[in-house]
Each structure stands twice: as structure tokens, then as C-alpha cells.
């Protein structure tokens, strides 16, 4: 599965594994597609998604339209540049990001960031079969 067929923004579920409890955690979020990635980004602030997910970057992407289920690996984007540009790309694609109070730097220096790569060759369409962590 690759971010082609995608809506550019929309909501999913992420399931990743607790950094401390070790247990599944399943949160709804947002996505873009920025450069044919999908991007995980938000607000400025800290978030247990992104604490889970920087311990165990193995996760399951649970994509909303078109329906699929698909093991991804998450990569946080740490370099200045590529984060000015997925937080400029975001606050484009997803206007409600706009019309919150911090500035392109805000979210450059403060705002998690992570690109999402498929693990599995191809996400699996509702119904075809449980997705690799349960949910």
C-alpha cells in the first residue's frame, strides 16, 4: 500500500504499543499525504502516540476511505527542513490546522511529525483478514 487512492487529509486510527504498559493503544488522528507519504502531525505539544510509537515503531494503520488495515514502521521526521515543509503541506491540505494559534515555527519546532511506511506489501481491505496487531 502506498498513499495513491488516498484522500490528501483524513482521520484514521493508529495502533501502536504502549512505551510503558506494553499493551496495544489504538488513538484517531489525522493524516496527509505530503511527497506520496503519509504523515502523522498535530498541534504543538507532547503526545503519548509519539512516545509509544519512538519505542516501538512497528504500529497498524487503520485507514478510514478507502477501508484498509495495513503494519506500517513509523520514522519521525527530525530534519528542520523536511518538517517546515510537511507542517507547511499540512496547514495547506488540513485547514483547521491553519485556524489554530501557533505559527509555521510553532509547529516546525514543536509538533509531532512522523512518516508512515507499509511493512506489508499491500493493505488489506475490510474483511479480508485480522490486521497484525488486534484492535
Same mark, same amino acid.
Given at each position: 500500500?502506498?498513499?495513491?487512492?488516498?484522500?490528501? #487529509?483524513? =482521520?484514521?486510527?493508529?495502533?501502536?504499543?504502549? %512505551?510503558?504498559? @506494553?499493551?496495544?493503544?489504538?488513538?484517531?488522528?489525522?493524516?496527509? /499525504?505530503?511527497?506520496?507519504?503519509? /504523515?502523522? #502531525?498535530? =498541534?504543538? @505539544?507532547?503526545? &503519548?502516540?509519539? $512516545?509509544?510509537?519512538?519505542? &516501538? +515503531?512497528? $504500529?497498524?494503520?487503520?485507514? %478510514?476511505?478507502?477501508?484498509?488495515? /495495513?503494519?506500517? !514502521? $513509523?520514522?519521525? /521526521? !527530525?530534519?528542520?527542513?523536511?518538517?517546515?515543509?510537511?507542517? &507547511?503541506?499540512?496547514?495547506?491540505?488540513?485547514? *483547521?490546522?491553519?485556524?489554530? +494559534?501557533?505559527?509555521?515555527?510553532? *509547529?516546525? $519546532?514543536?509538533?509531532?511529525?512522523?512518516?508512515? =511506511?507499509? #511493512?506489508?506489501?499491500? @493493505?488489506?481491505?475490510? @474483511?479480508?483478514?485480522?490486521?497484525?496487531?488486534?484492535?
Amino acid at each position: 500500500m502506498d498513499a495513491d487512492g488516498l484522500p490528501l #487529509t483524513g =482521520t484514521c486510527d493508529l495502533s501502536a504499543i504502549g %512505551r510503558q504498559s @506494553g499493551e496495544e493503544r489504538r488513538v484517531e488522528i489525522w493524516y496527509v /499525504v505530503v511527497d506520496e507519504r503519509i /504523515v502523522l #502531525t498535530g =498541534t504543538p @505539544g507532547a503526545r &503519548h502516540w509519539l $512516545a509509544n510509537l519512538r519505542r &516501538h +515503531p512497528e $504500529a497498524v494503520l487503520h485507514l %478510514r476511505d478507502p477501508r484498509r488495515v /495495513v503494519a506500517v !514502521t $513509523a520514522q519521525e /521526521v !527530525t530534519d528542520r527542513s523536511e518538517r517546515r515543509r510537511i507542517a &507547511h503541506e499540512a496547514r495547506r491540505l488540513q485547514p *483547521w490546522y491553519a485556524d489554530q +494559534p501557533w505559527s509555521l515555527e510553532d *509547529w516546525v $519546532a514543536d509538533s509531532p511529525m512522523v512518516v508512515l =511506511t507499509p #511493512t506489508s506489501p499491500h @493493505g488489506r481491505g475490510a @474483511g479480508s483478514g485480522p490486521p497484525a496487531v488486534r484492535s
